[in-house]
């Protein structure tokens, strides 16, 4: 069991325009949710964890206003890049969480390239 | 002083050999160790947790965590090509959350 899911794998859009990416839990409600986002030959830096109907806590640094993070049910959390820029061009990975032993499960992550 | 540290590597062991992979932190209330495995262009997997003092041991893995000197490592025993990646350590804090902090990664290349 534990598994995520994340969609898109991959998409490009045109600068000023909006993305978003899905994260499921398929075999568990999740708590909680994690977005990171890593850029190349870096870690994973932590975005926003979201919690199930509330709003989402965002890390220091992390515009709220262009990272929309929905939470709206205990196996869907998503993630919108509004008016996406080239220097947002990152890989995206969703992380989900249940409720006993802390263990974050990962889905494959997002590659977003902005033209 | 970085939260949790990891040596960067490139580290480079032959096969069949045992890596060693080592990471601190620096909170000493932190309550849950992980080690996520991460090969290029992909997402982290889990590779082990680890909780209490000691040694877990999981096939050719075994998690080694030391509280008082604030050190969590990870040994592969008979290392082989496919375990080249990059080795994350995380840390999480308790008290509530259930965030990791997330070491820089050590890069291992398993030499055939």
């Known amino acids: 069991g534990a598994v995520v899911s994340q969609h898109p794998s991959w998409v490009i859009c045109k600068s000023g325009t909006s993305v978003k990416i899905e994260c499921r839990s398929l075999d568990f409600q999740a708590t909680t949710m994690f977005w990171y986002r890593q850029f190349p030959k870096q870690s994973l830096m932590l975005m926003a964890t979201s919690n199930e109907g509330s709003k989402a806590t965002y890390e220091q640094g992390v515009e709220k206003d262009k990272f929309l993070i929905n939470h709206a049910s205990l196996t869907l959390s998503t993630l919108t890049v509004t008016s996406a820029h080239p220097e947002d061009s990152s890989f995206y990975i969703c992380?989900?969480?249940?409720?006993?032993?802390?263990?974050?499960?990962f889905g494959a992550g997002t590659r977003l390239s902005v033209l | 002083q970085k939260e949790v540290e990891q040596n960067s590597g490139p580290l480079s062991v032959p096969e069949g050999a045992i890596a060693s992979l080592n990471c601190t932190y620096s909170?000493?209330?932190?309550?849950?160790f992980f080690w996520y495995r991460q090969y290029s262009g992909k997402s982290p997997e889990l590779i082990m947790f680890i909780y209490s003092n000691g040694d877990k041991e999981d096939g050719r893995f075994t998690a080694q965590l030391n509280k008082a000197s604030q050190y969590v490592s990870l040994l592969i025993r008979d290392s082989q090509p496919s375990d080249s990646a990059t080795y994350l350590c995380?840390?999480?804090?308790?008290?509530?959350?259930?965030?990791?902090?997330f070491g820089t990664g050590t890069r291992l290349k398993v030499l055939a």
């Open positions: 995380a840390v999480n804090k308790g008290s509530g959350t259930y965030k990791y902090i």
């Open positions: 909170d000493r209330g932190s309550q849950s």
């Open positions: 992380s989900a969480s249940k409720d006993t032993g802390n263990i974050q499960y």
